[in-house]
């Protein structure tokens, strides 16, 4: 029997099965990372793995906080991960083994009336990250929930479970964040979020960074700690992308927004690498090494968020998903990242050309976009509400006739977003509000059926949400303020500071209200509303509140 120390490290063994991919399959089928990221180094595939016992845990485990996602009427998704040490590679934990970890949740917050408990184990293999599907519980119920191993208990969390599917809602009240750089200044925003009374969160991607954090955390100056050495690098391997994970998720308050909130999410490109496009790597290099590195964050991403785990066959991470919330709204949650064709004309803003154009792009891939269509066609919500990564609505960067636009973003991929608009026509979708972020600022715009005509049909709503921390403190009115609101009319509002949005459905409006955070590079400032706009149910269009 070999030894632990003689055995192939997990990113070794990615690497290895990346170079073992059949090269046109490689190419040409891009949940190759998927399949990389739950094919390799699960739990139990060696003999010798034991279990451990809690009182082996000396120091507390629960450094990372606790999180809830996903949630269905009768369900919700409980997350933790056990780190004594979070900031060590290894997290002070054995390199094999499971430890068995305990979890409940409750009707009130001293858990005087538990309704479920059990156990999970938690497993090095995926680097002692626990995710426990809590079934039979109430409809549209607030509860609380925890956990416990050996001497330890963990930090409590609220949640709430989705409203039955028939259920008449009369309203619903939704938090949007996205873009949280860690070295861009401090998650005051978060802390703020905490404090609302939100039934659920969406986060709609870039959750962290793969740049390198300097000893003092970047523009947080910390005086106060170290960073360890091993975050001043890009993130590549699977150990990379779990001590970034890690630190993000030390923040206190990240931690406060987990614990308040259930959270839906999805992943945009920072969590592998800036503008990467399905299995294609922002810089031109050796595509084995690209799908390992995928692979690795694929699986930190997991390991680290409130979702179920993949299907039983271990080869798929599908993040577009479709959830009911009464009849007053369907959440159809995008993945505009791992399925899209490379971004056109070398990415960047550039003018439009025939590769932009070509009408077999895609951003969503096929199957997704058929996945939308047949989702739009049931539909029988009030509100078609779709949480996505990059911005929907044209944006011109010029008032000229003809303008750079946006090839990482809808507007680099026009045939895909007229198809995505035939769905909704199809549908007859008369109600529909997209939820977006990547940007790092906020805009509130009017979804055109025909961009490049002002008085055209307005067919939805795109709400943008601004950054929680990336790009810094910014500033109400950025220096492209005055152009982009002069050569964009369906655009309605923009704003370039920190913050979150908060959007409200009831029977007659969707209404969003941008929240936005004084400065972020210290970490004492305040909350205002920039703004507040409404659309009214069955007559589409931004109008302020």
Not at 31 to 54: D, M
Not at 272 to 294: C, H, L, S, T, W
Not at 414 to 428: K, N
């Amino acid at each position: 029997m070999s030894s632990t120390s003689d055995r192939p490290t997990p990113d070794q063994q990615l690497l290895a099965a990346a170079g073992r991919l059949d090269r046109r399959r490689f190419l040409t089928v891009t949940s190759a990372a998927a399949a990389l990221a739950f094919g390799v180094n699960l739990p139990g595939a060696h003999a010798e793995e034991n279990e451990l016992a809690p009182r082996t845990l000396t120091e507390n485990p629960f450094t990372l906080g606790v999180a809830s996602g996903d949630p269905l009427p009768d369900a919700v998704v409980l997350w933790t991960r056990l780190a004594p040490r979070p900031l060590e590679p290894g997290v002070g934990l054995p390199p094999a083994g499971s430890i068995k970890v305990g979890w409940e949740i409750a009707r009130d917050e001293r858990f005087r009336r538990v309704e479920r408990r059990g156990s999970a184990k938690a497993h090095a293999e995926f680097n002692w990250s626990v995710h426990v599907d809590a079934t039979g519980l109430e409809a549209a119920r607030e509860y609380w929930y925890r956990f416990t191993v050996g001497q330890w208990t963990s930090p409590v969390g609220r949640t709430r479970t989705a409203p039955s599917h028939g259920r008449k809602l009369d309203s619903t009240k939704l938090g949007l964040v996205s873009c949280q750089a860690y070295e861009d200044g401090y998650f005051t925003a978060y802390r703020h979020l905490a404090q609302e009374d939100l039934d659920a969160v969406f986060h709609v991607g870039d959750y962290i960074y793969e740049y390198g954090i300097d000893s003092v955390g970047g523009d947080r100056r910390y005086t106060d700690r170290v960073l360890p050495a091993a975050l001043n690098h890009e993130t590549t391997t699977l150990e990379d992308y779990r001590l970034r994970y890690s630190l993000y998720k030390t923040d206190p308050d990240l931690q406060a927004a987990h614990a308040a909130h259930p959270w839906y999410v999805t992943w945009d490109d920072h969590e592998v690498e800036n503008n990467y496009a399905g299995g294609i790597p922002e810089k031109n290099q050796d595509p084995a090494p690209f799908v390992a590195r995928r692979a690795a964050a694929y699986r930190a991403y997991w390991e680290n968020q409130p979702l179920r785990m993949p299907k039983p066959n271990g080869t798929d991470l599908t993040l577009y998903r479709r959830f009911q919330y009464g009849q007053l709204a369907q959440f159809d949650i995008l993945d505009t990242r791992q399925y899209r064709d490379d971004q056109a004309n070398g990415d960047g803003w550039q003018y439009p050309t025939p590769e932009s154009q070509d009408p077999k792009r895609t951003l969503m891939g096929a199957t997704q976009e058929r996945w939308f269509a047949d989702g739009l066609r049931r539909s029988k919500a009030l509100w078609n509400v779709v949480p996505q990564q990059v911005v929907f609505s044209r944006r011109k960067n010029t008032t000229a006739a003809s303008s750079k636009l946006s090839m990482d973003a809808w507007d680099g991929y026009p045939a895909a977003r007229e198809r995505f608009l035939t769905a909704v026509d199809q549908a007859g979708v008369k109600n529909l509000v997209l939820l977006t972020g990547d940007v790092h600022v906020a805009y509130a715009l009017d979804v055109k059926r025909d961009f490049d005509d002002p008085n055209s049909r307005t067919v939805g709503v795109e709400f943008v949400g601004t950054s929680i921390s990336s790009d810094g403190d910014g500033e109400a009115h950025p220096s492209n303020w005055a152009t982009l609101t002069a050569a964009n009319p369906h655009m309605k509002f923009y704003d370039g500071r920190r913050g979150y949005t908060v959007v409200t459905l009831d029977r007659q409006h969707a209404r969003a209200d941008y929240r936005a955070v004084t400065h972020i590079t210290r970490p004492d400032g305040t909350l205002l509303t920039a703004a507040s706009f409404v659309t009214e149910a069955g007559n589409p269009g931004i109008r302020p509140a």
